[in-house]
């Protein structure tokens, strides 16, 4: 049996900029950081089989938070997976994002060319940036190349695995209904640091019961979402924590508490970004 724990990343400057970001590389803010500290002691007695992450500053940060508070020895990581990044808008990245008056009429260049970026319809997309098909196509890679490798050696072992994905709020949709075969209309939403949980296990198959398969083979999965948009870990954060969300996280400045306890070397961990679409699908 695979568990797969889908994790959005705190917040980013730009998603307090409500800016389209999805590509683009903008930091963690102070409060996406608390979130995710707050995130890392929620999962603190979680052991995580191994933890992913997309480069994005906005999810690489958050995972190394989430890491950071893992038990000794900490699971094996790999910050650097590009195909979990968040769908890539192309032209619109870092431009302003606008409400569509209903789009009647103008087309989305005719918008373009007034400088407004409204969200695409159906079957439209920004130029040189990810179609709906090319993005939901790059999740079902996903899904074959990283997760799947997982769902296999938890077969073969005859033991239970638990990854975590930090990644995109559109991104993470996009996974979750590539693996549950449905539209990504229906899991998109999770607000900063949310998380979404997927089990996945062989039609079949007996607990702790080693099974031969080859790397090509097809699966008969069952498939089962257990939880989405879960943020329980913040219901005790206090709404100015980590103070504007226009501060970026400086991982290089030593905390006060840090200075005070003679702390002498500041904690090395690259943080930050923003995703435009992330304001728009959770603060």
């Keep these: ?25 903008a930091p963690l803010s102070q409060r996406g950081k608390a979130q995710a500290e707050a995130l890392g002691a929620y999962f603190a007695q979680t052991s995580f089989t191994k933890i992913y992450a997309s480069p994005l500053k906005r999810a690489a940060t ?42 009647t009429s103008k087309s989305l260049a005719e918008y373009m060319s007034e400088g407004k970026y ?15 098909e090319d993005f939901a196509a790059r999740a079902a890679r996903v899904v074959n190349e990283v997760i799947m ?6 077969a073969r072992a005859g033991r239970a695995e638990h990854i975590a994905l930090v990644s ?23 607000q900063n640091t949310a998380w979404a949980r997927v089990i996945i296990k062989l039609q079949g198959a007996v607990n702790e019961t080693p099974i031969s398969l080859v790397d090509e083979e097809t699966l008969p999965l069952i498939v089962e979402m257990t939880d989405f948009g879960r943020t329980d870990h913040l219901f005790t ?24 306890s003679g702390a002498t070397t500041a904690v090395a ?15």
């Excluded at 910050?79 to 008056?101: H, L, M, R, T, Y």
């Excluded at 490798?149 to 938890?154: E, F, G, L, T």
């Design 1 to 25: 049996m695979l568990t797969v724990t889908f994790i959005r990343h705190g917040q980013s400057t730009d998603n307090v900029r409500h800016v389209w970001a999805g590509w683009a590389d």
């Design 62 to 103: 958050t995972a190394a938070l989430v890491l950071a508070a893992q038990p000794s020895p900490q699971p094996p990581h790999d910050f650097n997976i590009e195909s979990i990044k968040e769908q890539n808008f192309g032209v619109a990245e870092g431009k302003p994002w606008c409400v569509q008056d209903y789009r």
């Design 118 to 132: 409204p969200t695409p319809l159906p079957g439209e997309h920004f130029p040189e940036g990810e179609s709906d």
């Design 149 to 154: 490798p997982h769902v296999r050696s938890a």
């Design 168 to 190: 995109h709020g559109l991104c993470i949709g996009a996974l979750i209904a590539a693996l549950l075969k449905t539209d990504s209309s229906g899991v998109a939403g999770m």
């Design 237 to 260: 954060l206090k709404p100015n924590a980590g103070g504007t969300g226009k501060i970026a996280y400086d991982p290089k400045q030593r905390d006060i508490r840090a200075f005070f």
């Design 269 to 283: 961990i690259e943080h930050c970004e923003g995703n435009a679409l992330d304001g728009i699908h959770g603060k």
